[in-house]
Nanobody, 116 residues
Framework: QMRFEESGGMLMRSGGSLTLSCRAS????????FSWYRQVPGKQRDPVAT???????KYSEAVKGRFTISRDHAKNMVYLQMNDLKPEDTAVYFC??????????WGRGTRVTVFP
């Protein structure tokens, strides 16, 4: 079963930049798509960025133009570069396969807090 370990979240000032990292345990990393999700208390976990096999990408409207997803095939790592952070980006961020259900195998996530 694939496991994910997210890191890099921290307290940030609005307008700042931050890169999140995710280590995925898989022998077939390069053939899989991966997504970054975020969740705020009381709300569902929503995808914000996806990177597909071949490294094409897709973003939610809320982060398009500000966030960039990438990956390092040699290190089994997925990254989320976050620029021009806004208070509404405050959430716990997770990585996983696309369309993973809530009862799927999730990591602990990493918390990002953005203050004005």
């Amino acid at each position: 079963q694939m496991r994910f370990e997210e890191s890099g979240g921290m307290l940030m000032r609005s307008g700042g930049s931050l890169t999140l990292s995710c280590r995925a345990s898989s022998s077939f990393f390069s053939i899989f798509a991966f997504s970054w999700y975020r969740q705020v208390p009381g709300k569902q976990r929503d995808p914000v960025a996806t990177i597909y096999r071949g490294d094409t990408t897709k973003y939610s409207e809320a982060v398009k133009g500000r966030f960039t997803i990438s990956r390092d095939h040699a290190k089994n790592m997925v990254y989320l570069q976050m620029n021009d952070l806004k208070p509404e980006d405050t959430a716990v961020y997770f990585c996983n396969r696309p369309n993973t259900p809530d009862d799927g195998n999730w990591g602990r996530g990493t918390r990002v807090t953005v203050f004005p």
